[in-house]
């Protein structure tokens, strides 16, 4: 289970962090954060979580404190339900400052288990979950026509190009770093 | 200084004007002109159209001539209008200006009883009453002038200075400049780049330097100090110290110039970490370093802001609600009332973010971060810190009512500590520097230097300027100017602006080289003045001096700096002073012919109004001019400031039938004299008292404060005194004829 976002008392400024942010796409806007809070106000998920607060998070970024970010679980939290960034005094999209922010922890080497799993049943099933026999003749029954059939080559594909890109993301064995 | 003719007998001309239908319309001037040929003294009596009107002007003056009147009395709109004309008018008709008298039934009756026509007409025939009983009584009186120096005194020679004695020599004036220091430049020296241009403060200061040493016109003294200041606007005579010098040097000035500055405040050691690490600093030393290239490229630099300013109170809205819910330490924040000033030194938040700016710009690298409660960045610096955010300058909300923690720390950092109220938590960042936003605090010269000018400190100890409004840069001594912070936290811009104001006040005596005065002024009769230095004591102007004449002590007036109020008349226990055009006599003829005729019931109850001509008697027009209606009763008598009423007046009401009685003045703070009006609330207290022992009722006397915006607020004091007065009943000192 990966850790709770632990956020740090002390905090060592480190601009670095922010600047890689904001290189990101969708990630320039993130500087325009002034830390109102409308975004955790509004956010769905907040209401039913303890931890996950997206203007804490913003706010760290922006400190610095790159390790308590990516390491924790609570990014992976945001629904992308856009509400926040819907009522952003600033005009900031948070749901995408989370992508990017998840995509920055993928490139780090921090990827969470349930993600790993994902990834690798795509990458053997072609889809998230297996489509087997019950499923097809559940289909018929409905009168639905057949799914297509997996591409195997387009998976051979995807396959070579997140194992030389992102080879963090792959792995069956649930183990996250 | 007075004149004491002989008083001939009065010959007093009235005119009614009837103001198209203004006046006409609800007053009966035809009856009130006959009835004022009645009236004693009364040698003709006429009614215009127009009386401010050419035909109507030249009927003053050709019934001056026609009928040898000595009096003039003008029943018309308020004396606020056209007062310096008719005064005028009189003038060119060979009569003294000050024997002209106003009675105003416009502002103050018909346009303010327009459905009570009758009653109108009456209220408007006790106003004439009361006019003429007044102009009977008044004098001949002339301006006193005294001539006024072509030569000015700057007292310091920072930026302000500098621009006010430049400002001052290009108008062909003499200045004499004297700095405290052995160079020019103040504060400007201490400085590396200004906002919002970015200049150099040295370049600024060479050009302001330059512009002072060219100027033959200006005697420039460094190393010296103001020692003694005596004489009033127009001849000061000032004494010089010179450090290298044994000798003083004396100089005589018509104008003086204060530009004293202020200085930088320290905290003491070692809170906010100061003295614990030289790299703990304040903004000025900020400055030094950046100007000396001395910075480097640190990893992070955080700012302080408030760091002993806005002190003493609670600023941050939900800080009693973080004390309950314990996510504070109750302990903690007892401790952090420190020393500091209660006030905000406004240059500081752009200054921060102005040398935030700077480190950004020469080590984009860095992280600058500003702990701040408010951030107040006006006019066009809302731009600096938008290009502060944009260049990645972070910005976090701190309780300053809470300590921060600056201490050294692991790796040569410093750890500051303080509660983020967006995060409600106590945190620390690990930086390499602290710079403290620190306030500009009063000068400690500013002690000595009011006493030496005789101007007032204000309540934060930095000068304290006349008004706000109607007197930024004056002081409450005429002839001596603020320029600079001196009187308060100015930045670069505010100083020169400042000085220039300054520099516009000092040539307005300057230029014309005289200074002619009202003649509203007082006197002291020295026979029965006892020298018990009353007057000196609370006349905000340092107008009365206790001198010795002949052996004896007595008060002596400056007719010059005297303002004409009246407070000291109304304070004298001996009723040694006079405030000519408002003596005594003058006044007690109005109160006591308000009601001495057959009024009838058009004024019952019967309710007299002492009002103070810039608030009060201003509020009352402004009822009128808004058309407002409330009760006859009411009979106003204008006086310069309700600092005058002597309680004495307020018996002689009760006397003359009056069955209410409303002293009102300014709003406390905004006495047109500074004090008159905390006068007046003193002898309130102390007639409430007095009237008791009359048998009178307490609540038949009101003070009551009305500035000259509240029309409304006027109206509803009418009201309201008359249905109080009409319950209560007659006044029991009154002969109720059955």
Known sequence: MEPDLDIPEKIRPDPSFMEEVLKEPDGEKLRYCFNCGTCTASCVVSRHTEKYRPRMILHLVSLGAKEAILRSKEIWLCAACNTCGERCPQGVNIADGMNVLRRLAIKHGYVPASIRALVSRILVHGRIYEVDEFVEEERQDLGLPPLPSVDKKFIEKLSEKIHSKSPSIVGSDGESK | ?738
């Open chain 2, 1 to 738: 200084m007075g004149e004491y003719g002989k008083r001939e007998e009065p010959r007093v001309g009235v005119f009614i004007c009837q103001c198209g239908t203004n006046i006409g319309g609800v007053v009966n001037c035809e009856d009130v002109v006959e009835y004022a040929r009645t009236l004693s003294n009364v040698a003709h009596s006429e009614y215009n159209m127009y009386t401010c009107s050419e035909v109507g002007l030249s009927a003053i003056k050709e019934a001056i001539k026609k009928h040898n009147l000595n009096r003039v009395v003008v029943a018309s709109c308020t004396p606020r209008t056209h007062e310096t004309l008719f005064r005028r008018t009189c003038k060119e008709a060979g009569l003294n200006e000050y024997l002209f008298e106003f009675a105003n039934i416009r502002e103050q009756c018909s346009w303010v009883h327009m459905n009570e026509p009758e009653k109108a007409t009456g209220k408007a025939k006790d106003i004439v009453r009361m006019a003429v009983a007044r102009a009977s009584e008044l004098e001949p009186r002339s301006e006193v002038e005294v001539d006024v120096d072509r030569s000015c005194l700057v007292i310091g020679g920072g930026i302000a200075g500098l621009t006010a004695a430049s400002s001052v020599a290009r108008q062909g004036f003499k200045v004499t400049l004297v700095e405290k220091e052995s160079k020019l430049g103040g504060k400007l020296k201490q400085l590396h780049l200004v906002y919002p241009t970015f200049q150099q403060a040295s370049e600024i200061l060479q050009d302001a330097v330059k512009s002072v040493s060219e100027n033959e016109n200006i005697q420039l003294l460094t190393s010296s100090t103001v020692e003694e200041v005596s004489g009033f606007v127009g001849s000061f005579e000032v004494t010089v110290r010179r450090q290298d010098r044994p000798n003083e040097l004396k100089v005589r000035v018509g104008t003086i110039i204060v530009a004293t500055g202020a200085t930088n405040y320290e905290p003491p050691r070692p809170s906010y970490g100061y003295g614990v690490s030289d790299r703990v600093v304040t903004q000025l030393k900020l400055e030094e370093i950046l100007r000396e290239n001395r910075l480097g490229r640190p990893e992070s630099v955080v700012m302080v802001q408030c760091v002993g300013a806005r002190k003493g109170e609670t600023w941050t809205p939900g800080f009693e609600e973080l004390k309950k819910s314990g996510l504070v330490d109750e302990a903690e924040s007892e401790r952090s009332v420190e020393e500091g000033f209660p006030y905000c030194s406004k240059i500081c938040c752009v200054n921060a973010i102005k040398n935030a700016l700077i480190i950004k710009d020469r080590s984009p690298n860095t992280d600058v971060i500003i702990l701040y409660s408010d951030i107040r960045a006006y006019k066009e610096y809302e731009r600096l810190y938008s290009d502060a955010r944009k260049k990645g300058v972070k910005f976090i909300r701190y309780i300053m009512e809470l300590p921060v923690e600056v201490k050294t720390s692991d790796g040569g950092k410093l750890d500051i500590s303080f509660f983020n109220t967006l995060d409600r938590r106590k945190m620390s960042l690990l930086a390499d520097y602290a710079v403290l936003s620190t306030p500009l605090a009063p000068s400690v010269d500013n002690l000595l230097l009011s006493k030496t000018l005789r101007i007032p400190i204000g309540a934060d100890g930095f000068l304290l300027e006349a008004h706000p409004k109607l007197g930024p840069v004056d002081t409450s001594t005429q002839g001596i100017f603020l320029a600079g912070t001196a009187a308060g936290p100015l930045d670069l811009a505010e100083s020169i602006t400042s000085a220039k104001a300054a520099t516009a006040r000092a040539s307005s005596l300057m230029t014309p080289g005289r200074l002619a005065k009202e003649a509203v002024t007082t006197e002291v009769n020295p026979t029965k003045c006892d020298a018990c230095g009353l007057c000196e004591a609370i006349c905000p102007f340092v107008a009365p001096r206790i001198v010795t004449i002949d052996g004896r002590k007595v008060s002596q007036i400056n007719p010059i700096l005297c303002n004409g109020c009246g407070t000291c008349v109304a304070a004298c226990p001996r009723f040694a002073i006079t405030l000519y055009h408002y003596k005594d006599d003058q006044i007690v003829s109005q109160v006591r012919t308000a009601f001495s005729d057959e009024v009838g019931d058009r004024a019952e109850p019967r309710i007299l109004m002492f009002t103070c001509t810039y608030c009060s008697y201003a509020g009352a027009d402004l009822a009128g001019v808004s058309r407002l209606q409330y009760p006859t009763n009411v009979r106003i008598l204008r006086l310069p400031c309700s600092g005058r009423v002597d309680p004495y007046l307020v018996f002689e009401a009760f006397k003359a039938g009056a069955d209410g009685v409303i002293i009102s003045g300014c709003h406390p703070g905004d006495c047109h004299f500074l004090s008159g009006n905390r006068m007046a609330e003193q002898r309130y207290k102390s007639l409430q008292a007095a009237l008791d022992s009359l048998g009178v009722e307490k609540d038949r006397v009101q003070l009551e404060w009305i500035s000259a915006s509240e029309g409304q607020l006027f109206a509803k004091v009418v009201k309201d005194m008359t249905d109080k007065i009409r319950a209560l009943g007659p006044n029991p000192m009154r002969v109720v004829k059955e």
